[in-house]
DNA sequence: CAAAAACTAGACCATTTGGTCAAGGGTTGG
DNA sequence: CCAACCCTTGACCAAATGGTCTAGTTTTTG
Protein backbone atom coordinates (compact mmCIF):
# COMPACT_ATOMS: atom_id res chain seq x y z
CA UNK A 1 0.00 0.00 0.00
CA UNK A 2 3.19 2.48 1.21
CA UNK A 3 4.86 1.67 -1.73
CA UNK A 4 2.45 1.30 -4.56
CA UNK A 5 1.32 4.85 -4.86
CA UNK A 6 4.65 6.07 -6.69
CA UNK A 7 5.71 2.36 -7.71
CA UNK A 8 5.23 1.70 -11.57
CA UNK A 9 3.30 -1.92 -12.11
CA UNK A 10 6.00 -3.22 -14.89
CA UNK A 11 9.00 -3.26 -12.33
CA UNK A 12 9.77 -6.96 -12.05
CA UNK A 13 9.07 -6.42 -8.09
CA UNK A 14 5.42 -5.64 -9.06
CA UNK A 15 5.03 -7.76 -11.19
CA UNK A 16 6.49 -10.81 -8.95
CA UNK A 17 4.69 -9.10 -6.12
CA UNK A 18 1.32 -9.42 -8.12
CA UNK A 19 2.10 -13.50 -8.92
CA UNK A 20 2.71 -13.69 -5.66
CA UNK A 21 -0.24 -12.43 -4.27
CA UNK A 22 -2.40 -14.41 -7.26
CA UNK A 23 -1.32 -17.71 -6.40
CA UNK A 24 -1.72 -16.89 -1.87
CA UNK A 25 -5.28 -16.08 -3.14
CA UNK A 26 -6.00 -19.50 -4.86
CA UNK A 27 -4.06 -21.36 -1.68
CA UNK A 28 -4.85 -19.70 1.52
CA UNK A 29 -9.16 -19.58 0.08
CA UNK A 30 -8.31 -23.87 -0.79
CA UNK A 31 -6.80 -24.09 2.38
CA UNK A 32 -6.31 -21.38 4.85
CA UNK A 33 -3.78 -19.46 6.85
CA UNK A 34 -2.56 -22.45 8.37
CA UNK A 35 -3.04 -25.41 6.04
CA UNK A 36 -1.26 -22.89 3.62
CA UNK A 37 2.36 -23.69 3.15
CA UNK A 38 4.32 -20.95 1.83
CA UNK A 39 6.01 -23.75 -0.76
CA UNK A 40 2.85 -23.93 -2.49
CA UNK A 41 2.34 -20.56 -3.16
CA UNK A 42 5.84 -20.06 -4.58
CA UNK A 43 5.34 -23.48 -6.29
CA UNK A 44 2.63 -22.11 -7.69
CA UNK A 45 3.64 -18.29 -8.56
CA UNK A 46 6.71 -20.34 -10.53
CA UNK A 47 9.14 -18.45 -7.98
CA UNK A 48 11.66 -20.18 -5.43
CA UNK A 49 9.80 -19.83 -1.60
CA UNK A 50 13.15 -17.60 -0.51
CA UNK A 51 11.55 -14.81 -2.66
CA UNK A 52 8.24 -15.30 -1.58
CA UNK A 53 9.39 -14.14 1.72
CA UNK A 54 11.52 -11.77 0.08
CA UNK A 55 8.84 -9.53 -1.31
CA UNK A 56 6.00 -10.32 1.62
CA UNK A 57 8.47 -10.46 4.90
CA UNK A 58 7.04 -13.53 6.58
CA UNK A 59 3.97 -15.68 5.61
CA UNK A 60 1.62 -13.79 7.83
CA UNK A 61 2.50 -10.76 6.37
CA UNK A 62 1.33 -11.78 2.95
CA UNK A 63 -1.64 -12.82 4.25
CA UNK A 64 -2.41 -9.39 5.71
CA UNK A 65 -1.03 -8.04 2.25
CA UNK A 66 -3.35 -9.90 0.80
CA UNK A 67 -6.57 -9.71 2.86
CA UNK A 68 -5.90 -5.62 2.54
CA UNK A 69 -6.21 -6.40 -1.29
CA UNK A 70 -9.78 -8.24 -0.50
CA UNK A 71 -11.35 -5.35 1.76
CA UNK A 72 -11.01 -3.30 -0.82
CA UNK A 73 -13.67 -5.33 -3.03
CA UNK A 74 -15.82 -4.42 -0.31
CA UNK A 75 -17.28 -1.42 -1.40
CA UNK A 76 -19.76 -0.10 -4.25
CA UNK A 77 -23.04 1.48 -5.63
CA UNK A 78 -25.14 1.45 -2.88
CA UNK A 79 -22.22 2.97 -0.76
CA UNK A 80 -23.83 6.55 -1.41
CA UNK A 81 -27.76 5.78 -2.12
CA UNK A 82 -30.52 7.90 -0.54
CA UNK A 83 -33.92 7.78 0.32
CA UNK A 84 -34.58 9.82 -2.72
CA UNK A 85 -33.32 6.90 -4.82
CA UNK A 86 -35.77 4.01 -5.95
CA UNK A 87 -35.40 0.76 -3.44
CA UNK A 88 -35.67 -1.69 -6.12
CA UNK A 89 -32.90 -0.44 -8.45
CA UNK A 90 -30.56 -0.38 -5.74
CA UNK A 91 -30.86 -3.60 -3.93
CA UNK A 92 -30.78 -4.76 -7.63
CA UNK A 93 -28.01 -3.45 -8.45
CA UNK A 94 -26.46 -4.49 -5.24
CA UNK A 95 -26.89 -7.65 -5.32
CA UNK A 96 -26.03 -8.03 -8.56
CA UNK A 97 -22.53 -6.19 -7.89
CA UNK A 98 -22.29 -8.79 -4.82
CA UNK A 99 -23.00 -11.99 -7.11
CA UNK A 100 -20.70 -10.15 -9.57
CA UNK A 101 -18.16 -10.45 -7.25
CA UNK A 102 -18.96 -14.23 -6.03
CA UNK A 103 -18.47 -15.01 -9.99
CA UNK A 104 -15.22 -13.36 -10.38
CA UNK A 105 -13.76 -13.42 -7.12
CA UNK A 106 -14.46 -16.49 -5.26
CA UNK A 107 -11.65 -17.50 -3.90
CA UNK A 108 -11.27 -13.36 -2.13
CA UNK A 109 -15.02 -13.97 -0.83
CA UNK A 110 -13.74 -17.58 0.32
CA UNK A 111 -10.78 -15.71 2.16
CA UNK A 112 -12.85 -13.30 3.58
CA UNK A 113 -15.60 -15.87 4.93
CA UNK A 114 -12.93 -18.05 6.38
CA UNK A 115 -11.35 -15.00 8.35
CA UNK A 116 -14.64 -14.02 10.00
CA UNK A 117 -15.44 -17.97 10.22
CA UNK A 118 -12.21 -18.12 12.75
CA UNK A 119 -13.42 -15.08 14.58
CA UNK A 120 -12.08 -12.52 12.50
CA UNK A 121 -8.53 -12.24 14.06
CA UNK A 122 -6.83 -10.53 11.28
CA UNK A 123 -9.71 -7.67 10.86
CA UNK A 124 -8.02 -4.55 12.18
CA UNK A 125 -10.48 -2.36 14.19
CA UNK A 126 -10.05 0.33 11.53
CA UNK A 127 -11.76 -2.07 9.03
CA UNK A 128 -14.93 -3.03 11.53
CA UNK A 129 -15.43 0.62 12.48
CA UNK A 130 -15.95 1.77 9.05
CA UNK A 131 -17.78 -1.23 8.17
CA UNK A 132 -19.88 -0.68 11.26
CA UNK A 133 -20.59 3.07 10.26
CA UNK A 134 -21.61 1.91 6.69
CA UNK A 135 -23.94 -0.33 8.22
CA UNK A 136 -25.46 2.18 10.37
CA UNK A 137 -25.88 4.80 7.19
CA UNK A 138 -27.81 1.79 5.32
CA UNK A 139 -29.60 1.00 7.60
CA UNK A 140 -30.87 4.29 7.85
CA UNK A 141 -31.44 4.62 4.43
CA UNK A 142 -33.41 1.15 4.30
CA UNK A 143 -35.90 2.32 7.51
CA UNK A 144 -36.72 6.11 5.74
CA UNK A 145 -37.92 3.57 2.52
CA UNK A 146 -39.95 1.92 4.76
CA UNK A 147 -41.48 5.25 6.76
CA UNK A 148 -41.72 6.66 2.97
CA UNK A 149 -43.88 3.20 2.24
CA UNK A 150 -41.76 1.96 -0.47
CA UNK A 151 -40.57 -0.95 1.36
CA UNK A 152 -41.88 -3.35 3.46
CA UNK A 153 -41.68 -3.07 6.97
CA UNK A 154 -38.69 -5.42 7.75
CA UNK A 155 -35.59 -5.59 10.13
CA UNK A 156 -32.58 -3.54 7.77
CA UNK A 157 -30.21 -5.41 9.22
CA UNK A 158 -31.32 -8.84 8.80
CA UNK A 159 -32.23 -7.51 4.55
CA UNK A 160 -28.88 -6.88 4.31
CA UNK A 161 -27.65 -10.07 6.31
CA UNK A 162 -29.68 -12.06 3.97
CA UNK A 163 -28.44 -10.18 1.01
CA UNK A 164 -24.58 -11.30 1.98
CA UNK A 165 -25.35 -14.34 2.56
CA UNK A 166 -26.85 -15.30 -0.26
CA UNK A 167 -24.69 -13.98 -2.91
CA UNK A 168 -21.76 -14.98 -0.86
CA UNK A 169 -22.68 -18.29 -0.84
CA UNK A 170 -22.31 -18.65 -4.53
CA UNK A 171 -18.72 -18.00 -4.25
CA UNK A 172 -18.25 -19.93 -0.85
CA UNK A 173 -20.35 -23.18 -1.48
CA UNK A 174 -19.34 -23.44 -5.09
CA UNK A 175 -18.35 -27.16 -4.58
CA UNK A 176 -21.13 -27.73 -3.55
CA UNK A 177 -22.99 -26.07 -5.67
CA UNK A 178 -21.15 -27.74 -8.59
CA UNK A 179 -21.92 -31.20 -6.95
CA UNK A 180 -25.53 -31.10 -6.68
CA UNK A 181 -26.86 -28.93 -10.05
CA UNK A 182 -24.41 -31.34 -11.90
CA UNK A 183 -22.30 -28.87 -13.23
CA UNK A 184 -20.05 -25.71 -12.44
CA UNK A 185 -21.99 -22.49 -12.79
CA UNK A 186 -21.15 -20.16 -16.07
CA UNK A 187 -21.70 -17.15 -16.64
CA UNK A 188 -25.37 -17.41 -18.19
CA UNK A 189 -26.08 -19.47 -14.87
CA UNK A 190 -24.74 -16.99 -12.90
CA UNK A 191 -26.99 -14.09 -14.74
CA UNK A 192 -30.14 -16.67 -14.11
CA UNK A 193 -29.37 -17.27 -10.36
CA UNK A 194 -28.87 -13.49 -9.94
CA UNK A 195 -32.01 -12.58 -11.64
CA UNK A 196 -33.97 -15.37 -9.49
CA UNK A 197 -32.45 -13.75 -6.30
CA UNK A 198 -33.39 -10.43 -7.06
CA UNK A 199 -37.08 -11.56 -7.98
CA UNK A 200 -37.10 -13.30 -4.52
CA UNK A 201 -36.05 -10.49 -2.30
CA UNK A 202 -37.26 -7.78 -4.03
CA UNK A 203 -40.42 -9.61 -4.17
CA UNK A 204 -40.21 -10.22 -0.04
CA UNK A 205 -40.07 -6.62 0.29
CA UNK A 206 -42.89 -5.92 -1.68
CA UNK A 207 -40.91 -3.92 -4.71
CA UNK A 208 -41.47 -4.75 -8.04
CA UNK A 209 -38.69 -6.66 -10.27
CA UNK A 210 -36.94 -3.85 -12.47
CA UNK A 211 -37.42 -5.08 -16.20
CA UNK A 212 -33.35 -5.67 -16.59
CA UNK A 213 -33.67 -8.26 -14.14
CA UNK A 214 -36.57 -10.72 -15.54
CA UNK A 215 -35.53 -13.57 -17.22
CA UNK A 216 -36.87 -14.05 -20.80
CA UNK A 217 -37.02 -17.60 -21.38
CA UNK A 218 -38.39 -20.25 -23.55
CA UNK A 219 -39.34 -21.97 -19.87
CA UNK A 220 -42.08 -20.08 -19.06
CA UNK B 1 -20.16 -46.13 15.11
CA UNK B 2 -19.47 -49.21 14.84
CA UNK B 3 -19.19 -49.79 18.18
CA UNK B 4 -21.36 -47.01 19.69
CA UNK B 5 -24.05 -49.02 19.06
CA UNK B 6 -23.90 -51.51 21.84
CA UNK B 7 -21.76 -49.15 24.24
CA UNK B 8 -23.10 -47.80 26.91
CA UNK B 9 -23.02 -43.84 27.55
CA UNK B 10 -22.10 -43.61 30.84
CA UNK B 11 -18.42 -45.60 30.63
CA UNK B 12 -15.39 -43.87 31.09
CA UNK B 13 -14.52 -44.33 27.82
CA UNK B 14 -17.83 -43.08 26.23
CA UNK B 15 -17.71 -39.99 28.86
CA UNK B 16 -14.13 -38.99 27.60
CA UNK B 17 -15.09 -39.69 24.00
CA UNK B 18 -17.56 -37.18 24.03
CA UNK B 19 -15.93 -34.77 25.92
CA UNK B 20 -13.34 -34.86 23.15
CA UNK B 21 -15.25 -34.60 20.33
CA UNK B 22 -17.42 -31.09 22.07
CA UNK B 23 -13.89 -29.98 22.52
CA UNK B 24 -12.48 -30.58 18.79
CA UNK B 25 -15.43 -28.98 17.64
CA UNK B 26 -15.52 -25.56 19.10
CA UNK B 27 -11.49 -25.91 18.07
CA UNK B 28 -11.88 -26.76 14.27
CA UNK B 29 -14.59 -24.53 14.14
CA UNK B 30 -12.22 -21.71 15.24
CA UNK B 31 -8.96 -22.59 13.29
CA UNK B 32 -9.94 -24.75 10.96
CA UNK B 33 -8.11 -28.73 10.65
CA UNK B 34 -5.11 -27.55 10.02
CA UNK B 35 -4.87 -24.22 12.40
CA UNK B 36 -5.56 -26.50 15.32
CA UNK B 37 -3.75 -28.33 17.92
CA UNK B 38 -4.46 -31.80 19.09
CA UNK B 39 -3.03 -30.30 22.96
CA UNK B 40 -5.39 -27.35 22.49
CA UNK B 41 -8.33 -30.14 22.50
CA UNK B 42 -6.55 -31.58 24.94
CA UNK B 43 -6.68 -28.77 27.55
CA UNK B 44 -10.32 -27.52 26.66
CA UNK B 45 -11.55 -31.36 27.28
CA UNK B 46 -9.43 -31.52 30.48
CA UNK B 47 -7.35 -34.34 29.53
CA UNK B 48 -3.76 -35.36 28.65
CA UNK B 49 -2.73 -34.97 24.93
CA UNK B 50 -2.20 -38.60 24.64
CA UNK B 51 -5.88 -39.78 25.64
CA UNK B 52 -7.02 -37.80 22.44
CA UNK B 53 -4.56 -39.76 20.74
CA UNK B 54 -5.66 -42.73 22.60
CA UNK B 55 -9.36 -42.42 21.63
CA UNK B 56 -9.22 -41.35 18.25
CA UNK B 57 -6.51 -42.61 16.35
CA UNK B 58 -5.25 -39.53 15.04
CA UNK B 59 -6.50 -35.91 14.44
CA UNK B 60 -7.90 -36.82 11.50
CA UNK B 61 -9.43 -39.78 12.88
CA UNK B 62 -11.01 -37.06 15.37
CA UNK B 63 -11.97 -34.69 12.60
CA UNK B 64 -13.51 -37.60 10.03
CA UNK B 65 -15.28 -38.78 13.60
CA UNK B 66 -16.82 -35.86 14.66
CA UNK B 67 -17.72 -34.49 10.64
CA UNK B 68 -19.77 -38.00 10.56
CA UNK B 69 -21.78 -36.29 13.63
CA UNK B 70 -22.46 -33.28 12.59
CA UNK B 71 -23.69 -34.54 8.96
CA UNK B 72 -26.03 -36.11 10.91
CA UNK B 73 -27.59 -32.85 11.63
CA UNK B 74 -28.55 -32.31 7.86
CA UNK B 75 -31.72 -34.23 7.80
CA UNK B 76 -35.13 -32.86 9.25
CA UNK B 77 -38.85 -32.36 8.18
CA UNK B 78 -38.61 -31.14 4.48
CA UNK B 79 -37.35 -34.62 3.55
CA UNK B 80 -40.62 -36.11 3.70
CA UNK B 81 -42.76 -33.61 2.24
CA UNK B 82 -45.12 -34.29 -1.15
CA UNK B 83 -46.95 -31.88 -3.60
CA UNK B 84 -50.08 -32.23 -1.44
CA UNK B 85 -48.29 -30.18 1.44
CA UNK B 86 -48.81 -27.16 1.97
CA UNK B 87 -45.59 -25.42 0.57
CA UNK B 88 -45.57 -22.16 3.09
CA UNK B 89 -45.53 -24.16 5.60
CA UNK B 90 -43.24 -26.92 4.47
CA UNK B 91 -40.98 -24.23 3.75
CA UNK B 92 -41.52 -22.20 6.92
CA UNK B 93 -40.19 -24.88 8.90
CA UNK B 94 -37.55 -26.23 7.14
CA UNK B 95 -35.98 -22.19 7.38
CA UNK B 96 -37.16 -22.54 11.28
CA UNK B 97 -35.02 -25.83 11.55
CA UNK B 98 -32.37 -24.64 9.73
CA UNK B 99 -31.86 -21.51 11.97
CA UNK B 100 -32.90 -23.27 15.19
CA UNK B 101 -29.56 -25.71 14.05
CA UNK B 102 -27.62 -22.50 13.58
CA UNK B 103 -28.83 -21.11 16.86
CA UNK B 104 -27.68 -24.29 18.76
CA UNK B 105 -24.83 -25.49 16.74
CA UNK B 106 -23.31 -22.86 15.30
CA UNK B 107 -19.56 -24.70 15.44
CA UNK B 108 -20.99 -27.60 13.80
CA UNK B 109 -22.17 -25.32 11.16
CA UNK B 110 -18.81 -23.67 10.77
CA UNK B 111 -16.99 -26.90 10.91
CA UNK B 112 -19.35 -28.08 7.90
CA UNK B 113 -18.86 -24.27 5.96
CA UNK B 114 -15.00 -24.52 6.26
CA UNK B 115 -15.00 -28.03 4.50
CA UNK B 116 -16.87 -26.93 1.62
CA UNK B 117 -14.87 -23.32 1.25
CA UNK B 118 -11.57 -25.82 0.95
CA UNK B 119 -13.51 -27.93 -2.02
CA UNK B 120 -14.63 -30.68 0.46
CA UNK B 121 -11.89 -33.00 0.64
CA UNK B 122 -13.33 -34.91 3.63
CA UNK B 123 -16.93 -35.67 2.29
CA UNK B 124 -17.32 -39.10 1.55
CA UNK B 125 -18.78 -39.62 -1.79
CA UNK B 126 -21.37 -41.82 0.08
CA UNK B 127 -22.69 -38.33 1.31
CA UNK B 128 -22.56 -36.52 -1.94
CA UNK B 129 -24.66 -39.11 -3.76
CA UNK B 130 -27.50 -39.06 -0.38
CA UNK B 131 -27.05 -35.36 -0.87
CA UNK B 132 -27.65 -35.19 -4.20
CA UNK B 133 -30.35 -37.45 -4.67
CA UNK B 134 -32.32 -36.08 -1.53
CA UNK B 135 -31.63 -32.24 -3.89
CA UNK B 136 -33.18 -34.03 -6.75
CA UNK B 137 -36.55 -35.29 -5.09
CA UNK B 138 -36.75 -31.37 -3.38
CA UNK B 139 -36.46 -30.65 -6.49
CA UNK B 140 -39.00 -32.47 -7.62
CA UNK B 141 -41.82 -31.33 -5.24
CA UNK B 142 -40.50 -27.56 -5.72
CA UNK B 143 -41.76 -28.30 -9.26
CA UNK B 144 -44.72 -29.80 -8.71
CA UNK B 145 -45.94 -27.18 -6.34
CA UNK B 146 -45.30 -24.57 -9.37
CA UNK B 147 -46.63 -26.54 -11.87
CA UNK B 148 -50.13 -27.01 -9.65
CA UNK B 149 -49.65 -23.19 -8.93
CA UNK B 150 -48.73 -23.32 -5.45
CA UNK B 151 -45.54 -21.05 -5.83
CA UNK B 152 -45.09 -18.83 -8.64
CA UNK B 153 -42.05 -20.18 -10.99
CA UNK B 154 -38.41 -19.91 -10.04
CA UNK B 155 -35.55 -22.04 -10.06
CA UNK B 156 -36.51 -24.97 -7.33
CA UNK B 157 -32.33 -24.87 -6.82
CA UNK B 158 -31.73 -21.63 -6.07
CA UNK B 159 -34.09 -21.59 -4.02
CA UNK B 160 -32.67 -24.06 -1.62
CA UNK B 161 -29.71 -22.04 -1.91
CA UNK B 162 -30.55 -19.53 -0.70
CA UNK B 163 -32.44 -20.71 2.31
CA UNK B 164 -29.59 -22.96 3.20
CA UNK B 165 -27.12 -19.64 2.48
CA UNK B 166 -29.15 -17.45 4.93
CA UNK B 167 -29.63 -19.70 7.74
CA UNK B 168 -26.03 -20.75 7.61
CA UNK B 169 -25.35 -17.54 8.06
CA UNK B 170 -26.06 -16.83 11.12
CA UNK B 171 -24.23 -19.02 12.47
CA UNK B 172 -21.05 -19.07 10.32
CA UNK B 173 -20.65 -15.17 10.39
CA UNK B 174 -22.17 -14.77 13.71
CA UNK B 175 -18.76 -13.04 14.62
CA UNK B 176 -19.85 -9.99 11.88
CA UNK B 177 -23.31 -10.03 12.97
CA UNK B 178 -22.81 -9.28 16.69
CA UNK B 179 -20.13 -6.39 15.62
CA UNK B 180 -22.63 -5.12 13.86
CA UNK B 181 -25.98 -5.19 15.50
CA UNK B 182 -23.50 -4.10 18.62
CA UNK B 183 -24.63 -7.01 20.40
CA UNK B 184 -24.56 -10.72 19.96
CA UNK B 185 -28.02 -12.23 18.84
CA UNK B 186 -29.99 -14.07 21.36
CA UNK B 187 -32.75 -16.61 21.36
CA UNK B 188 -34.96 -14.02 20.80
CA UNK B 189 -33.07 -12.14 18.22
CA UNK B 190 -33.20 -15.30 16.51
CA UNK B 191 -36.68 -15.59 16.34
CA UNK B 192 -37.00 -12.12 14.97
CA UNK B 193 -34.64 -13.18 12.38
CA UNK B 194 -36.38 -16.12 11.27
CA UNK B 195 -39.81 -14.60 11.52
CA UNK B 196 -38.31 -11.73 8.77
CA UNK B 197 -36.43 -14.29 6.55
CA UNK B 198 -39.77 -16.59 6.38
CA UNK B 199 -41.17 -13.08 5.41
CA UNK B 200 -38.62 -12.56 3.09
CA UNK B 201 -38.48 -15.79 1.10
CA UNK B 202 -42.29 -16.75 1.49
CA UNK B 203 -43.38 -13.67 0.41
CA UNK B 204 -40.74 -13.88 -2.72
CA UNK B 205 -41.89 -17.12 -3.89
CA UNK B 206 -45.96 -16.20 -3.74
CA UNK B 207 -46.73 -17.30 -0.78
CA UNK B 208 -48.70 -15.85 2.21
CA UNK B 209 -46.88 -16.50 5.74
CA UNK B 210 -48.52 -18.56 8.76
CA UNK B 211 -49.72 -16.75 11.45
CA UNK B 212 -46.90 -18.45 13.88
CA UNK B 213 -44.40 -16.82 11.70
CA UNK B 214 -45.92 -13.48 12.13
CA UNK B 215 -43.64 -11.36 14.66
CA UNK B 216 -46.36 -9.54 17.03
CA UNK B 217 -44.29 -5.84 18.22
CA UNK B 218 -45.23 -3.01 19.29
CA UNK B 219 -43.39 -1.42 16.97
CA UNK B 220 -45.63 -1.13 14.18
C1' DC C 1 30.92 2.22 -16.58
C1' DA C 2 31.10 1.47 -11.82
C1' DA C 3 28.76 1.07 -7.73
C1' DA C 4 24.62 0.63 -5.38
C1' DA C 5 20.36 -1.42 -5.13
C1' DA C 6 17.19 -4.97 -6.28
C1' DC C 7 16.61 -9.66 -7.02
C1' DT C 8 17.58 -14.91 -7.10
C1' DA C 9 18.58 -19.00 -4.87
C1' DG C 10 20.61 -23.06 -2.46
C1' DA C 11 21.93 -24.59 2.08
C1' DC C 12 20.66 -24.64 6.55
C1' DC C 13 18.33 -24.20 11.18
C1' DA C 14 15.07 -23.91 15.24
C1' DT C 15 10.74 -24.90 16.43
C1' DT C 16 6.50 -26.89 16.37
C1' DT C 17 3.67 -30.75 16.39
C1' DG C 18 1.39 -35.17 15.41
C1' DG C 19 2.23 -39.36 16.87
C1' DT C 20 4.72 -43.50 19.47
C1' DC C 21 6.29 -46.17 23.44
C1' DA C 22 6.63 -48.31 27.62
C1' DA C 23 5.21 -48.60 32.05
C1' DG C 24 1.98 -48.21 35.45
C1' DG C 25 -2.91 -47.64 37.56
C1' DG C 26 -8.00 -48.88 37.73
C1' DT C 27 -11.91 -51.60 36.82
C1' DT C 28 -14.47 -55.45 35.92
C1' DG C 29 -15.87 -60.15 35.39
C1' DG C 30 -15.24 -64.95 36.54
C1' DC D 1 -8.62 -62.40 44.28
C1' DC D 2 -6.57 -62.56 40.00
C1' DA D 3 -6.27 -61.90 35.29
C1' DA D 4 -7.62 -59.55 31.37
C1' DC D 5 -8.75 -55.39 29.71
C1' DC D 6 -9.31 -50.47 29.70
C1' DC D 7 -7.38 -46.26 30.73
C1' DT D 8 -3.64 -42.70 32.01
C1' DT D 9 0.64 -40.43 31.46
C1' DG D 10 5.31 -38.59 30.85
C1' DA D 11 9.24 -39.07 27.91
C1' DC D 12 10.55 -39.11 23.48
C1' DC D 13 10.93 -38.86 18.21
C1' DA D 14 10.79 -37.86 13.23
C1' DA D 15 9.02 -34.95 9.93
C1' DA D 16 7.49 -30.71 8.33
C1' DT D 17 7.86 -25.95 7.87
C1' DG D 18 8.58 -20.91 8.46
C1' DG D 19 12.24 -18.33 8.24
C1' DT D 20 17.52 -16.98 8.01
C1' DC D 21 22.10 -16.58 5.96
C1' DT D 22 25.25 -16.00 2.59
C1' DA D 23 26.64 -15.52 -1.81
C1' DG D 24 25.97 -14.57 -6.28
C1' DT D 25 23.42 -12.24 -10.40
C1' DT D 26 20.94 -8.78 -12.62
C1' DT D 27 19.19 -4.18 -12.98
C1' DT D 28 19.25 0.55 -12.14
C1' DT D 29 21.37 4.87 -11.33
C1' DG D 30 24.67 8.58 -10.94
Given at each position: MKQKEYQKDDTIGAINRHKILAAAEVEFALHGFAGTRVQHIA?????????????????EGLYLALLEDILSLW?????????????????ANYIADKMEISRTRPDASKIFALEIING??????????????????????????????????????????????????????????????????????????????????????GLAVPDTFITTKTKN
Open positions: DRAQLPKTNVLYYFKSKNGEFDHATVDDDPAIVLAPNLSGFFKDQHASWMKARVQVIEQWIEHDKLSALDPHYLLFNIWATCQHYADFAIQITELRGKPMDENDFKDATNNLVALILKGC
